[in-house]
């Protein structure tokens, strides 16, 4: 089984930047795609972007694409998101998760991922 814990979640003005990591342990990340979900308050959670198990292959919304890239260094285990030009509507809680069934799929559906971390709150003030 493995835990994922995210983190480099704050406050940031529009326009700015933050870089989310997803930590795995437990078991080696590098056996999953990953993807990254949000959840606004009153909202259901949503797809943002997911990487296969390699990185050769990523998926994003429309909503973050151009403005979001999804990598990972699996020597370290870990997932990054970083999140360039940000919106007010970009602020939610972040989370990450793996894809339990398939690592060479991108999906965006949230019941193919298990293992969610905490999340990670993100803050875009306008």
């Known amino acids: 089984q493995v835990q994922l814990v995210e983190s480099g979640g704050g406050l940031v003005q529009a326009g700015g930047s933050l870089r989310l990591s997803c930590a795995a342990s437990?078991?080696?990340?590098?056996?999953?795609?990953v993807g990254w979900f949000r959840q606004a308050p009153g909202k259901e959670r949503e797809f943002v972007a997911a990487i296969t198990w390699s990185g050769g292959n990523t998926y994003y919304a429309d909503s973050v694409k151009g403005r979001f890239t999804i990598s990972r260094d699996n020597a370290k285990n870990t997932v990054y998101l970083q999140m360039n030009s940000l919106k007010p509507e970009d602020t939610a809680v972040y989370y990450c998760a793996v894809d339990r069934d398939n690592g060479w799929r991108v999906s965006s559906n949230a019941a193919h991922f298990s293992s969610w971390g905490q999340g990670t709150q993100v803050t875009v003030s306008s």
């Open positions: 437990g078991r080696t990340l590098s056996d999953y795609a």
